[in-house]
């Protein structure tokens, strides 16, 4: 299944931006899947997850209260809104299983800055 990310930009501290995640076929319903995310010079991390039922939600600490993982699973796409952005959430974000498969897609480049 192959996943391609895209919704990334250039957005002024405080704004928001919803990322989507298509993937070639089914597999939100059926796997856990999550958004990670690598900034300039720092190690990739984790930013948020849902179970395969959608039912179970978890977050990273930095974000939580400001982004909302949803998917669509007719539509095989995985969605993460991120409200009140900071100019630390700048970076490449990702869409994977969770656990993180050892195959990554191109990614989608978040810019928060005035």
């Known amino acids: 299944v192959q996943l391609v990310e895209s919704g990334g930009g250039l957005v002024q501290p405080g704004g928001s931006l919803r990322l989507s995640c298509a993937a070639s076929?089914?597999?939100?319903?059926?796997?856990?899947t999550g958004w990670y995310r690598q900034a300039p010079g720092k190690e990739r991390e984790f930013v948020t997850r849902?179970?395969?039922?959608?039912?179970?939600?978890d977050y990273a600490d930095s974000v939580k209260g400001r982004f909302t993982i949803s998917r669509d699973s007719a539509k095989n796409t995985l969605y993460l809104q991120m409200d009140s952005l900071k100019p630390e959430d700048t970076a490449i974000y990702y869409c994977?299983?969770?656990?993180?498969?050892?195959?990554w897609g191109q990614g989608t480049q978040v810019t928060v800055s005035s």
């Open positions: 076929g089914t597999i939100f319903s059926i796997y856990e």
């Open positions: 849902i179970s395969g039922s959608g039912g179970i939600t």
């Open positions: 994977n299983t969770y656990p993180p498969g050892t195959r």
